[in-house]
């Protein structure tokens, strides 16, 4: 997807350090991290909301969901971790989501409060 920040980083347009990378998604760091550990999980095909996600999309967020907890020592997961997906609505951007394709927060290293709002 052409203008796509997330796109340019798995086609190495925009360079950035991949913790994990497979065939379907790739993991790396936030560049505005919110934790002390801040990770993104990208999908590498572009869909902007679990709404427009395909059931072989589904299946690769079902993968990284797996892959997370196997990957502790790398993203420093000892302690827990918390997952978010800020979703952008049809009438609205509550969650303010940023980025149009679909990416899973990992946060970890420290401890959180519960306030979302
Ligand atoms: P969201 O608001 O859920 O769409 O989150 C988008 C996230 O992408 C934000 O936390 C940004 O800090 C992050 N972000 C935007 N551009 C980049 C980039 N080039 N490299 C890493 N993270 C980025």
Redesign the pocket.
């Known amino acids: 997807m052409e203008n796509c ?2 796109c ?2 798995i086609k190495g347009e ?1 360079p ?1 350090k991949f913790l994990y990378e497979d065939d379907d998604f790739v993991i ?7 934790a002390k550990y ?1 990770y ?1 999980a990208v999908p590498k095909q572009h869909f902007a909301t679990l709404n427009e996600m395909n059931s072989k999309q589904a299946e690769i967020v079902a993968k990284i969901l797996k892959k997370i907890p196997e990957l502790k020592d790398v993203l420093h997961l000892e302690n827990g971790f918390r997952l ?5 609505g049809e009438t609205g951007n509550d ?7 679909l ?1 899973i ?1 990992i946060l970890a290293g420290q401890k959180m409060s519960w306030n979302p709002a």
């Open positions: 920040v997330f340019k980083i925009i950035s790396f760091s936030d560049l505005n991290p919110r801040h993104l978010v997906i800020n979703q952008k969650a303010s989501q940023e980025v149009p394709h990416h927060h």
